[in-house]
């Protein structure tokens, strides 16, 4: 099973930028599809992008316009790429595959934080 690993996180004023790293242990290109997800305390894991295997991606509507996903095949990575942030971004980003496989875990996460 490819391991994930998310890095990138940080903290941020409102309007600011940050690029998350996913970085996988094997071939994305062995996932049909990767995806980002955040959790905000209290509130449930949602969906924020994916990206399939053929490169097709997908947004929630929150994102759409600010946020862009990504990937390297050559370097097992998939991005998330965050623009004008907003403190409703405040969130513990996730990346797993899409939708998520049956025994698959999730990792550590990195946390974004945007401040007003």
């Known amino acids: 099973q490819v391991q994930l690993v998310e890095s990138g996180g940080g903290l941020v004023q409102a309007g600011g930028s940050l690029r998350l790293s996913c970085a996988a242990s094997?071939?994305?290109?062995?996932?049909?599809?990767m995806g980002w997800y955040r959790q905000a305390p209290g509130k449930q894991r949602d969906m924020v992008a994916t990206?399939?295997?053929?490169?097709?991606?997908n947004y929630a509507d929150s994102v759409k316009g600010r946020f862009t996903i990504s990937r390297s095949i050559g370097k097992n990575t998939v991005y998330l790429q965050m623009n004008s942030l907003k403190p409703e971004d405040t969130a513990a980003y996730y990346c797993?595959?899409?939708?998520?496989?049956?025994?698959?875990?999730w990792g550590q996460g990195t946390q974004v934080t945007v401040s007003s």
């Open positions: 797993n595959t899409f939708p998520i496989e049956l025994g698959r875990s």
């Open positions: 094997g071939s994305i290109l062995s996932i049909n599809a």
């Open positions: 990206i399939t295997r053929g490169g097709i991606t």
